[in-house]
């Protein structure tokens, strides 16, 4: 797994993914391990990450997805835990965090080198997309969570995915070929970002990260799914199922170590008297009873009355 020591050209990242992602790389040079982040990379297109001649013991790779997708889909199993930064960072000793640093998971890669010399590692998903079907899956992956019923995301065009486009674009008062523009994906990511008039959406007027969970009733089981990040000042709307009969919100405020923030000695959240299961981590889970027997934290959440269609629940500091 180890990178060439004698590359002769640039290193490039391409994104094969239905996602958005933002990357971090990781350089083993001579004992010294340092990182830098964040690279956006969007569906089907490509960033240089380092220019110039590889002379690095080691290249790894970090990659996480924007927060309007919720949890992350990207799997976190590398097996270099370095430190990064919430923002745009550049950490010259990168094995020990400081203060407002957290540990990721990175993982060695072995670029391929091109005709022309470029160092090139790509970013997939198991469904094995090229790189227009990689733009087509992200396309729709966003309609859906902004409402547009653009489902199945699976890459493959279709009378139900262009109608859902169409509508899209008219209500954002853009024409066709909008969706050929280098900024289209910044588009897309403000209108979900944006309140919405139908379903839920999060908005976090604090100036901490929140992290939030949803609970869906469908008359038949209650399923709680989580978590969504919500950075400060932005709004986002979690994906729900066709017609629920309930909804359910939780959501806390964390540091940049994951850590719930504490106001007045008490953790600042936002739930109710519902108990639902939950993990630290990403989960999704439909049977509700007994958590803590199951290892799962049983979590109070509170009703969002989607009765009028929609609604907006906006967090802030009391």
């Known amino acids: 797994m180890a990178l060439p020591t004698t590359a002769h050209a640039d290193l490039k990242i391409c994104n094969r993914m239905s996602y958005v992602i933002e990357a971090a790389i990781g350089i083993d040079d001579k004992a010294t391990t340092a990182t830098r982040g964040w690279f956006r990379i969007d569906p089907a297109r490509c960033r240089v990450v380092l220019q110039g001649a590889l002379t690095a013991d080691r290249v790894m790779l970090h990659a996480r997805s924007l927060a309007v997708y919720g949890a992350s889909p990207v799997p976190q199993n590398g097996t270099d835990p370095l430190c990064v930064a919430q923002d745009n960072f550049v950490i010259a000793a990168a094995r020990q965090c400081r203060s407002g640093q957290t540990l990721a998971a990175f993982t060695e890669i072995r670029p391929a080198q091109t005709e022309d010399g470029v160092m090139v590692s790509y970013l997939a998903e198991d469904s094995g997309y090229d790189d227009e079907q990689a733009k087509l899956a992200a396309i729709q992956r966003l309609l859906v969570i902004a409402g547009y019923d653009a489902a199945p995301i699976d890459g493959v065009d279709g009378p139900k995915t262009q109608a859902a486009l169409a509508a899209f674009l008219k209500r954002s008062g853009l024409k066709p070929d909008a969706v050929d523009a280098p900024d289209f994906f910044d588009t897309m990511i403000k209108a979900v970002e944006a309140p919405s008039g139908t379903g839920l959406t999060w908005c976090n007027d604090t100036k901490a990260k929140i992290m939030a969970a949803v609970g869906e009733d469908d008359g038949k089981t209650i399923s709680s799914r989580g978590w969504y990040r919500i950075e400060p000042g932005k709004c986002l709307r979690p994906d729900l199922g066709a017609q629920p ?58 009703p969002a009355d989607l009765s009028g269609g929609s609604r907006t629940l906006r967090f802030t500091t009391p």
């Open 245 to 302: 009969k309930r909804v359910f919100s939780f959501a806390e405020a964390v540091d940049d170590n994951a850590r719930p923030i504490l106001l007045k000695g008490k953790p600042l959240n936002w739930g109710g008297a519902t108990l639902l299961c939950t993990r630290d981590s990403k989960f999704e889970i439909s049977e509700q009873g007994d958590c803590s027997a199951r290892g799962l934290n049983a979590t109070g959440f509170a």
